[in-house]
C-alpha cells in the first residue's frame, strides 16, 4: 500500500484509510492528496499476453521442482528467509511442492486443517512470490514494480512454476481453479492487452 519499500509513506496511506472512519457520514471515498509516479499509467507489472504456457510445457515436475529449489538456495537470487510473513501457514521449502502437486490436474489433499486445498493454493502462491519479491526489494531496495515483475514472472523458475499451474487451471473441471484464474488472483493479467485465452472472458 503505497510506495514500495517506504515504510513511512506507507503508514500515511493507512492513517489517511483509517480517518475516514471518523466522517459523520458515509459511505465516503476520498483521494489520496500525493501522486505516486507510475509507469505507462499503471501501479504494477502486467504478464505479455503472449506469454501463456499449456499443459504441455510442464514435463517432468521432479525437474521442475528442483530447479525452483535450487533457485531459492543460491545465495546469488534470495539472501534470507522471510518464513515468518507466510500466509499459508506453510514452510518456505513447502511452498512449491504444493504448487507442483495441482499440475497433474487433480485436488490434493490440503496439508493444513480446516482449510480445503483450493483456497490454500492462492494463499501458497500469493506466499511463493512474496518470498521472492520482497526478499530481492529489500535486498536491491528495488521500488519499480514493472521491473520486480518482470524478473519474477519472466525469468525465475518460481514465475515459470506459476504459470503452469495457470495453464492447468485453464483445463481444470473445478469451477473455483478457473475462476482464481478469471480474477487475475494466480497470475498479474489485469493489464495484459485482452483475455487470458481459455477463462469465459474470452468467449471461446
Do not use: C
Not at 514500495?4 to 466522517?23: H, T
Not at 476520498?30 to 499503471?42: A, L, N, Q, S, W
Not at 515468518?84 to 485436488?107: H, Q, T
Not at 526478499?135 to 514494480?145: A, E, G, P
Amino acid at each position: 500500500m503505497g510506495k514500495p519499500n517506504d515504510p513511512e509513506f506507507q503508514k500515511k496511506v493507512i492513517r489517511a484509510a483509517f480517518e475516514l472512519l471518523e466522517a459523520s457520514r458515509g459511505p465516503v471515498i476520498e483521494d489520496f492528496p500525493e501522486i505516486i509516479p507510475v509507469k505507462e499509467g499503471r501501479m504494477g507489472y502486467a504478464l505479455p499476453p503472449e506469454l501463456v504456457l499449456s499443459v504441455s510445457d510442464i514435463g517432468d515436475v521432479d525437474v521442475i521442482l528442483s530447479e525452483v529449489r535450487n533457485e531459492m538456495e543460491d545465495d546469488d537470487v534470495l539472501f534470507e528467509s522471510l518464513s515468518d510473513l507466510v500466509a499459508s501457514g506453510l514452510a518456505i521449502e513447502e511452498l512449491a511442492p504444493f504448487i507442483a502437486s495441482f499440475l497433474d490436474g487433480e485436488i490434493p489433499k490440503s496439508p493444513r486443517k480446516g482449510m480445503p486445498a483450493i483456497p490454500l493454493l492462492k494463499l501458497v502462491v500469493e506466499d511463493l512470490e512474496a518470498y521472492y519479491t520482497e526478499t530481492r526489494t529489500h535486498r536491491d531496495s528495488i521500488d519499480d514494480l514493472e521491473l520486480m515483475g518482470e524478473w519474477f514472472w519472466e525469468k525465475t523458475k518460481a514465475g515459470r512454476l506459476l504459470l503452469l499451474l495457470e495453464a492447468v487451471s485453464l483445463t481444470s473441471k473445478d469451477k473455483v481453479m478457473l475462476q482464481i484464474v478469471e480474477m487475475s488472483l494466480m497470475a498479474p493479467r489485469f493489464w495484459s492487452e485482452g483475455p487470458l485465452p481459455g477463462t469465459s472472458a474470452a468467449g471461446w
